[in-house]
């Protein structure tokens, strides 16, 4: 009998996953014996959602892209029941070539293959025996060392070597020890993390219970945005699971090693991706940074030693002991050993998750695997790293996917956010959108954080307005200067790459806005001009919506907006049904 | 605080907070509280305050920092923008000049009517989708201006009936 999945990650829900499930389940009513049905998390194809994979007895099968619950009839109709699968619609082929076949999935591997919410499907696949042979193999100490060979390093931003930051607190004196697993992925643009807890969640709470045992540690959170909640049942869902089988909980594999793991949600504050912030929200507090030392290694939750680690880094973990360091670390740079999950989004044409050996350059993953910009406009940039990252030019994009190579053009490999940008992204209005977030998200701690980052954003706020000098320019790269220099934590240290990296690569864009009032990418709203064209039916509506009665002409009739009286204030462009308002 | 106050507090329900004295319970607790109540009310403060021992003016400094928690209640459908960098640079300002045109309301505001507010979200995570507004539970992706504005009409009519059935009930 054939086995439909479909994928039911926010991305699927989003796109319509769950009238899919409902119709599929509708059909089995009728159909009880044509088919088996079940739920899979992201594969990481979200251009194509909602995905369904249809398998038969012996696992090997294909995927139906952009699947509608009107077209679940004639699947159950032609494929279930008639065996005749609907050619048009598989995905794979000439669309999708390159996608797979230059990717490597450690991370991903069971993502939109296993049944995320059953823990038989997850031992099926190897789940759990990574921690066995840890508890009843190794020593913590063999733990730490095999970690340490397979170099692998925080995938949250830092790349701080993991191996070492668990020796670190398995070294740290303290009858109680803490492991945390930071899920606050809040860098807008990323979603790499919620996938996995999405599509994998035992592997994390496998990573983490090893991280447990080679620190000895005994109690461990994992610190999950409330805006995921479907990550947060799942995780609820697979610790529950993971205690009835005895993987987590007190004398795990008989041997003297107990582990808890506990949820705790954060309530959206970005700053809580600082490690000591999010100490402190995790005990009830503001989540503002502190300095340090004392790490969290020495003094953490409660004053306890902790150890932190990101999603992707612990869902690594049990791959690494299966597989052995050394067969990690195969893949990748001398400086970066490994994969990395990237979350592609932007003007591109396949978006989604891909998951590749690092070294492989930034060009690769955007034209060979993601299939290039969408209408085959100009490549223009590409941002990395979030609001602690910066833009890349299009012309150093054979800068390959490693920690210092990365750090060497002004961004920073940061979680695996990947936005692509065109020839219709603004970089001044971008500068400006990830300094407006880090502005609002500053905890208000440090001076130069929360002040500075306001007085940048009024300067940025003054050129797209059209009213910039070039004086603001300077006076940009001093603060931003400042700003790095004088802030306790890793926002304020690297709130200012966005501008920093747009001034040094798009100064002529920052110059364009100011010497020529223009936004050569017809972004800012200030610098553009409205008209009308041909494609007006007369229809009066924007004119009705101008506060300025800028727009004249007869119903029925060609429209025509007065620039003298415009204020530009976008209204006509938003009203318009027939795409006939034009901003130049 | 006095026993009288504590009178006044019987109307919250404390099991459903799940509070049996365990460390850094404020934040779970003021998530129930707006689970329940839809908002942090200066009520439900002092109640956490007179429960957990913490002082209300602490409370409050939690509330205020952490962007989840309200202290004013949403209207009956809220209107989420997601303005991550994926919906922005896909036009997240078209979706919000079309909500404010459409709604009358801007970012943290709530209708007269009670019946939509508007939030600003950093990324909701399908990025392929962008731009992206999610309403209540359901997400509304690869927007356009006009499809925008047909969707928020269809809520704007939703909400009139159902005002018109429960005043009609009444």
């Not at chain 1, 990573?207 to 995921?228: H, L, Q």
């Not at chain 1, 970005?270 to 507090?285: K, N, Y």
């Amino acid at each position: 009998m054939k086995t439909v999945k479909v994928g039911l990650g926010t991305c699927g829900i989003s796109a319509g996953g769950e009238k899919v499930y409902q119709a599929f389940q509708d059909e089995l009513k009728e159909h009880p014996d044509a088919f088996v049905l079940k739920e899979t998390g992201c594969i990481g194809m979200c251009y194509r959602e909602v995905l369904v994979e249809v398998s038969n007895g012996s696992g090997t099968g294909y995927t139906y892209g952009e699947v509608t619950p009107d077209r679940v009839g004639r699947i159950v109709e032609d494929d279930l029941l008639g065996h005749q699968a609907i050619d048009e619609w598989i995905v794979g082929g000439d669309t999708e070539e390159g996608y797979f076949e230059n990717q490597k999935r450690i991370v991903l591997r069971n993502c939109g293959v296993i049944d995320p919410g059953s823990i038989d499907e997850y031992i099926a696949s190897g789940g759990y025996e990574a921690l066995k042979k840890t508890l009843t193999e190794m020593t913590p100490e063999d733990v730490i060392t095999e970690v340490e060979t397979s170099g692998l390093r925080g995938r949250g931003g830092g790349g701080f070597p993991t191996g070492t930051k668990w020796k670190f607190t398995r070294g740290a004196k303290g009858d109680k020890k803490y492991i945390i697993c930071n899920a606050d992925e809040g860098d807008p643009g990323a979603f790499m993390d919620r996938s996995i807890l999405e599509g994998d969640p035992s592997a994390v709470l496998e990573g983490m219970a090893i991280a447990g045992y080679a620190v000895g540690a005994d109690e461990a959170y994992v610190y999950c945005r409330a805006e995921y909640p479907k990550a947060i049942a799942r995780l609820r869902q697979a610790i529950a699971q993971a205690k009835k089988k005895g993987f987590l909980g007190d004398k795990i594999f008989g041997s003297d090693f107990s582990f808890n793991i506990k949820i705790k949600e954060g309530a959206g504050a970005f700053v809580c991706g600082e490690e000591t912030a999010l100490i402190h929200s995790i005990e009830g507090l503001r989540g503002m940074p502190r300095f340090r030392p004392p790490f969290p290694a020495q003094s953490g939750l409660w004053g306890k030693p902790t150890n932190i680690n990101n999603v992707e880094t612990f869902a690594n973990v049990p791959w690494i002991i299966l597989n052995g360091g050394s067969a990690y670390a195969a893949f990748g740079t001398e400086n970066s050993k490994g994969t990395k999950v990237f979350a592609m989004a932007g003007k591109i044409r396949r978006s989604g998750l891909v998951e590749v050996p690092m070294g492989i350059s930034i060009n690769d993953i955007i034209f060979d695997i993601c299939g290039g910009i969408i209408d085959d406009k100009r490549f223009k940039a590409v941002q990395m790293g979030g609001p602690s990252g910066g833009c890349i030019p299009a012309e150093m994009c054979d800068t390959k996917i490693d920690y210092q190579q990365i750090n060497k053009t002004g961004a920073i490999m940061g979680s695996g956010g990947l936005v692509v940008m065109d020839e219709t992204t603004c970089m001044v209005d971008v500068a400006k959108f990830f300094l407006t977030f880090t502005q609002s998200e500053s905890c208000g701690k440090c001076t130069f954080c929360r002040i500075g980052t306001k007085r940048m954003l009024e300067i940025l706020e003054r050129i797209c307005d059209g009213q910039g000098t070039m004086e603001d320019l300077a006076n940009l790269e001093e603060l931003s200067n400042q700003i790095i220099e004088a802030s306790l934590c890793g926002l304020g240290q690297t709130a200012p790459n966005p501008v920093l990296t747009t001034l040094k690569y798009f100064r002529h864009e920052y110059e364009a806005h100011i010497k020529e009032k223009k936004c050569p990418a017809h972004v800012c709203p200030a610098l553009l001009t409205y008209t009308i064209n041909d494609d007006c039916t007369g229809c009066t509506v924007c004119a009705k919506a101008c506060p300025t009665d800028a727009i004249t002409g007869e119903k029925k009739e060609l429209h025509v907006v007065h620039q003298d009286k415009c204020i530009k204030c976008g209204k006509c462009f938003t009203v318009c049904r027939f795409d006939a308002v034009v901003k130049d | 605080m006095s026993s009288a106050t504590k009178d006044n507090f019987k109307s919250f329900n404390i099991d459903l907070w799940k509070y049996d004295g365990q460390k850094g319970a404020l934040i779970p607790l003021l998530q129930s509280a707006q689970d329940t109540y839809g908002y942090i009310s200066e009520k439900a403060i002092d109640y956490i305050s007179h429960v957990t021992g913490i002082a209300s003016a602490d409370i409050y400094g939690v509330v205020t920092f952490y962007a989840q928690f309200r202290t004013k209640p949403l209207g009956k459908y809220v209107v989420k923008v997601c303005n991550g960098t994926a919906c922005h640079v896909n036009g997240a300002k078209m979706i919000s000049d079309t909500i404010i045109d459409e709604l009358n309301i801007d970012y943290e505001e709530t209708s007269e009517d009670h019946n939509f507010s508007m939030l600003s979200v950093a990324c909701v995570g399908c990025c392929s989708l962008a731009p992206v507004v999610v309403v209540n539970d359901e997400t509304y992706g690869r927007l356009t201006a006009p499809k925008l504005r047909k969707i928020l009409r269809q809520y704007k009519q939703r909400a009139k009936k159902e005002q018109q059935s429960s005043e009609g009930q009444a």
